[in-house]
């Protein structure tokens, strides 16, 4: 899309970034079903933690697209999609406006969910939040010190799935934990694809990500192991945790995340990655819907 033609409402689209978000609901459903499993279903507060983590990761989209802009890291050279705020598409001070009204409106769900849920969901909210302004932000901006991996499986992984779980049944078990830690994975391995991608352009802007620590074969490994982690859980959910056969359903994902990985080992253009990029996030709602099915199956 060529910048030219760009209306301000598709500015701001790009910059929430739209393809990310199915990352954003996956662990809600798969919560959302341990829950119905448990005869712990409850719709409210299930749709508020859906609309909190939509919310949480428009944040650290527009967060993202902010910073990145003021440390350079968003150069015209890159191979990912238009950064708005580089481009020029949207002013800084629109960009941190925009920031301001997504923290407001999270503020505004995240009362609702700590109410029902008490002190630790004002705990995680908190720290997502502030998270995700300090992935790219602040002093210490710790996607810059390849810290970014672990605030994606903690935030968008297990305290996505718990805090959707938890909000309704007001108590976790050890399957649901389980089960934050392959969505968790999974919506890892988007992130590796996208820091596997730019990493010449981070490199030169001194954006030390994972990728750019490990090198190309480095980042490759890195993905597939997310991989192979994120489907041996189900295997322990069904041997070791009591959950049904049927969680075995999210195997079916199995020659896709396999395609993704070769397609991996053998990318160097932009629209390739792009295009494993949006594969990966495609394997992980997939994944999660056939273990969300699994789980309701029992």
């Known amino acids: 899309m060529k910048t030219q033609a760009v209306t301000r409402r598709q500015a701001w689209i790009l910059a929430a970034r739209p393809k990310t978000l199915p990352a954003a609901l996956s662990p809600v459903i798969v919560g959302m079903a341990l829950a119905y499993a448990d005869d712990r279903l409850a719709w409210l507060p299930a749709l508020a933690a859906a609309v909190g983590a939509l919310l949480l990761q428009i944040l650290s989209n527009f967060a993202n697209d902010y910073s990145d802009h003021f440390r350079g890291a968003d150069t015209p050279d890159r191979l990912g999609p238009t950064r708005v705020t580089s481009a020029g598409l949207i002013k800084p001070a629109e960009m941190r406006n925009g920031i301001i009204a997504v923290i407001g409106l999270s503020a505004l769900v995240g009362l609702y969910l ?7 969901i004002l705990a995680i909210g908190v720290a997502g939040i502030v998270a995700a302004l300090a992935y790219t932000g602040g002093p210490f901006p710790f996607g810059y010190y390849g810290l970014g991996e672990l605030f994606v499986f903690l935030f968008f992984g297990v305290a996505a799935v718990c805090g959707t779980y938890y909000v309704q049944a007001l108590t976790l078990t050890p399957l649901v934990v389980t089960a934050s ?9 988007i992130l590796v694809v996208n820091n596997y991608r730019d990493i010449d352009t981070d490199r030169r802007a001194g954006k030390r990500t994972l990728a750019v620590r490990l090198g190309r074969r480095g980042a490759q490994i890195e993905y ?9 859980l189900p295997v322990v959910m069904w041997l070791l945790q009591g959950a049904g056969v049927w969680v075995m359903l999210s195997w079916l994902t199995l020659p896709l995340a396999a395609q993704l990985v070769q397609t991996l080992r053998r990318a160097t253009d932009g629209p390739t990655l792009n295009q494993t990029l949006a594969g990966t996030a495609r394997l992980g709602l997939l994944f999660s819907l056939l273990l969300a099915a699994g789980v309701v199956l029992g």
């Not at 700590?114 to 630790?120: A, E, F, I, L, S």
């Not at 830690?181 to 391995?189: N, P």
């Open 114 to 120: 700590v109410w029902v849920g008490g002190w630790p």
């Open 181 to 189: 830690f392959a969505v968790g994975a999974l919506v890892t391995a």
């Open 224 to 232: 597939a192991a997310l991989l192979v982690f994120a489907f041996a």
